[in-house]
């Protein structure tokens, strides 16, 4: 099975459930999913954004998100 095909801005932020200037700005400020930058393209693979939610999972309200470099 191939791989899935990398994504648009548009196409990662409705994957994502985010608005497209969402994703723009945590592309811009950092914060965001990983991503490709093919020559003036943005793409984003599948794989990344499941990744990047997953670091996001909170398991209870007590819980605070983890935080870039913290262990």
Do not use: C
């Not at 099975?1 to 945590?26: D, F």
């Amino acid at each position: 099975m191939a791989p899935e095909s990398p994504m648009g801005t548009k196409q990662a932020a409705n994957y994502l459930g985010l608005s497209k200037s969402t994703v723009e700005k945590l592309r811009h400020f950092g914060g965001g999913p990983r991503y490709l930058k093919l020559g003036h393209l943005v793409r984003y693979r599948p794989a990344d954004l499941d990744e990047w939610m997953t670091e996001r999972l909170i398991g209870s309200t007590s819980e605070k998100p983890a935080t870039a470099g913290s262990d």
